[in-house]
C-alpha cells in the first residue's frame, strides 16, 4: 500500500479526484491550492501515476507529487483492499530510476567489493571448493550495472546507460586484472593447478549465450517485482565472475587457452544486457510522455540491433573454439 500526496491548484482538482476514483482520498484546499491524500495498491501506483502525470501541469512549482509507503495505516476500507490483492504490482519507473543511480557513478567502496569477491573466487576456483567461488558471487555487485543499463535504456537515457556498461566493464577488468597479477605472483613460487573447477571454465558452448539471456530476463523481472538485489545478483555474478577469474589466470598458466574462458565472460554478458533489456520491454517499462517514448523506443532499436549482432559473432565464436 502507498500514500500519495497531490499537491496542484483548485481547478486541477477535481480531475485528480476523477483519477482515484473510489479509492480511498482525502482533499484539503489551501488557498488556491488543494492537496489531494490518497491510499493506493502497490499493484496500481503506476497506472495511477501515469495518470496523474498526464494530467497536471508541472510548469507551476506548486504542483507535486509524493509517493510514500506508510509504517502503519489502520482503515476497514484499506483492509479489505489488502485482503483482496492477489499480486505484487511492478515498481514505478521513477524508484527504479532512483534505484539504479547509483550505478551510473564511479563508487570506488563496489569496485572493492569486487576486487573482493575476485580474489575470493580465484582462491576458491585454486582449492576446486566450489562453496568458497559461491561465497564470492554473493559478495559480488555486478547485477547492479546491467540493471541500471538496462532501464536507463528502456527510458531513452543514453548518457547513463553508457555510464552504466562503463562501470560494468571496469568491474570485469579489474576482476582480470586482478586474476592474472596474484596468478602471476603464485607461479613465481610453485605450478599453477589446473583444477575441474577452472577446467569447467574453458569449454566453450553456445547455449551459455541462450542461459545468460534467460538470466538477464529473469533478474530485471525479480527486481521489478521487489526481490533483493543481493538473491536476484547471485546468478549474475554466477555468470560472470568466474570465467572472469578464469580469463586472468590463463593469462598466467594457460596463454593459449585464454580465448575459452574471455568469450564464455563475454558470451554471459551480452547475453544478461539484451535478456535485460528485453525484460523492460516485456514489462512496459519506460518513460510516461509520449515525446520522450519515441526517443527512448529509437535508442532502445538501435541498442538490440548492436545487440543481436554481437550475440551472433559471439555464437559463431563459441561454436569454432
Not at 491550492?33 to 501515476?49: K, N
Not at 565472475?241 to 580469463?247: G, I, K, T
Not at 598458466?253 to 535485460?276: C, E
Request: charged share 20%; proline share 5%; aromatic share 8%.
Amino acid at each position: 500500500m502507498k500514500k500519495v500526496v497531490v499537491t496542484t491548484g483548485r481547478e486541477k482538482a477535481r480531475e485528480i479526484e476523477k483519477i482515484f476514483g473510489k479509492r480511498l482520498h482525502v482533499v484539503e484546499r489551501r488557498g488556491d491550492l488543494a492537496v489531494i491524500t490518497a491510499y493506493i495498491p502497490d499493484e496500481e501506483l503506476e497506472d495511477v501515476i501515469t495518470k496523474l502525470d498526464r494530467c497536471m501541469d508541472f510548469r507551476f512549482k506548486e504542483s507535486l507529487i509524493e509517493v510514500s509507503s506508510p509504517y502503519f495505516v489502520k482503515s476497514p476500507v484499506l483492509e479489505k483492499i489488502e485482503k483482496r490483492k492477489k499480486f505484487v504490482g511492478s515498481m514505478p519507473v521513477e524508484k527504479l530510476l532512483d534505484s539504479v543511480r547509483i550505478y551510473t557513478k564511479l563508487d570506488i567502496g563496489k569496485l572493492g567489493l569486487t576486487s573482493i569477491a575476485g580474489i575470493i573466487a580465484m582462491i576458491g576456483l585454486f582449492m576446486n571448493n566450489v562453496a568458497i567461488v559461491i561465497g564470492a558471487m554473493l559478495l559480488s555487485p555486478l547485477l547492479g550495472p546491467i540493471y541500471a543499463f538496462a532501464v536507463n535504456t528502456a527510458v531513452g537515457d543514453v548518457k547513463d546507460a553508457f555510464k552504466s556498461i562503463g562501470n560494468l566493464a571496469l568491474m570485469i577488468l579489474i576482476v582480470i586484472f586482478l586474476s592474472f597479477g596474484f596468478s602471476w605472483i603464485l607461479s613465481r613460487f610453485t605450478p599453477l593447478p589446473e583444477t575441474p573447477e577452472i577446467a569447467s571454465r574453458m569449454i566453450v558452448n553456445p547455449v551459455y549465450v541462450v542461459i545468460a539471456i534467460l538470466l538477464g530476463f529473469a533478474s530485471i523481472l525479480a527486481l521489478s517485482k521487489g526481490v533483493p538485489e543481493s538473491m536476484a545478483g547471485v546468478a549474475i555474478a554466477a555468470a560472470i565472475l568466474p570465467p572472469a577469474v578464469v580469463s586472468g589466470i590463463s593469462l598466467v598458466g594457460y596463454i593459449d587457452r585464454f580465448a575459452g574462458p574471455f568469450t564464455i565472460t563475454l558470451d554471459n554478458l551480452v547475453g544478461l544486457m539484451a535478456g535485460s533489456l528485453l525484460a523492460t520491454l516485456i514489462l512496459n517499462i519506460g518513460p510516461r510522455k509520449y515525446y520522450e517514448k519515441a526517443i527512448a523506443r529509437r535508442f532502445i532499436r538501435r541498442t538490440l540491433v548492436i545487440m543481436v549482432i554481437l550475440l551472433i559473432i559471439l555464437v559463431l565464436a563459441s561454436m569454432y573454439l
